[in-house]
């Protein structure tokens, strides 16, 4: 069996362009969900929001790079996690927030400004801590990756629907309201069909390797977890939104991850791996997480004020 780091998954070219504008259609229908209010609430609510962003764009990448130090992964293994860390949370962070009876107005919010933030955070941060890290750099380096060319790809699926998908909001809300839920539903289960047909497609390469990753995605993501809620806890941040900015923080949108992995490192192994086993795992995890804290309800003590819109 070969190392993973010279292993390269297949994913055909009309396959992965048609990936591009399902994962851009999702961020539509996140944007079809999203208000101008959104952005506004922010300023209602700025422990909670400034304390979730920090966690998301400054402290995860941060402990990323050390627990894959620490765990000692595969280079590849390593540029996977790395990348799944710094990209923005999907909605369904909102939808777990609102199972784990947490604060749902903030949720969305969040998940609004970190998509926008990611447009331009996301490169950065994995350039950063890639080449920072020191077995993972020189990998790296051999790809040759451009950071204006990921950013432009960001900006093609993320920035530009997101856009396009608030404005319409605003300027037609009675036809927004009708189709945001089904443009939501659908391009999401269009995703998992995908990543579904990219697990699929590479099966063998899946079965060999899985468990050599399995261990640093699930520490990883309990981790990811850990980290929206510790910071939450150290700034005294209520328990109603602390269960929204763990999700927040825990919760990664890896199917971006693997659209990139494809786009921009050909599929390269521990990647892709990484990518696709999150996709899954971040899921099951955060429902486990969900269904434990709706059995109780959140503390709303000096919660910061529900918002709405």
């Not at 070969?2 to 259609?25: G, K």
């Not at 890290?133 to 432009?152: C, N, R, Y």
Request: contains cysteine.
């Amino acid at each position: 069996m070969l190392p993973i780091d010279e292993i390269r998954l297949n994913f055909n070219p009309a396959s992965l362009a048609l990936l591009n504008w399902v994962l851009a259609a999702l961020m539509f229908g996140i944007a079809l969900d999203t208000r101008v209010e959104d952005f506004r609430r922010v300023l209602k609510l700025p422990l909670a929001f400034g304390v979730g962003i920090a966690a998301q764009f400054l402290v995860l990448p941060l402990i990323t790079f050390v627990l894959s130090i620490v765990l000692g992964v595969e280079p590849s293994i390593a540029l996977g996690m790395i990348l799944v860390a710094c990209c923005p949370p999907g909605n369904v962070s909102n939808i777990l927030t609102h199972q784990a009876r947490g604060n749902v107005a903030l949720s969305v919010s969040m998940t609004a400004v970190s998509n926008a933030l990611a447009i331009v955070l996301m490169p950065v941060n994995f350039a950063f801590w890639g080449h920072l890290h020191p077995t993972a750099a020189p990998l790296l380096k051999s790809i040759a990756l451009s950071p204006v060319e990921m950013t432009l790809h960001i900006i093609a699926i993320i920035g530009i629907p997101f856009v396009l998908g608030i404005a319409i909001a605003h300027r037609w809300p009675a036809l927004t309201a009708r189709v945001k839920r089904p443009v939501g539903i659908v391009s999401f289960l269009v995703l998992i069909g995908f990543i579904v047909g990219a697990i699929a497609g590479n099966w063998r390469f899946f079965i060999d390797y899985t468990g050599e990753v399995l261990l640093a995605v699930a520490l990883h993501d309990a981790l990811a977890l850990a980290t929206g809620y510790s910071c939450a806890l150290l700034f005294r941040v209520p328990d109603y939104d602390r269960r929204a900015i763990t999700f927040e923080v825990g919760i990664r949108n890896a199917g971006l991850g693997l659209v990139l992995v494809f786009s921009f490192f050909g599929g390269l192994g521990g990647m892709a791996v990484v990518a696709g086993v999150w996709g899954f795992w971040d899921i099951i995890a955060g429902l486990l997480l969900a269904s434990l804290w709706a059995r109780r309800p959140a503390r709303t003590q000096n919660a910061t004020p529900k918002v709405t819109s």
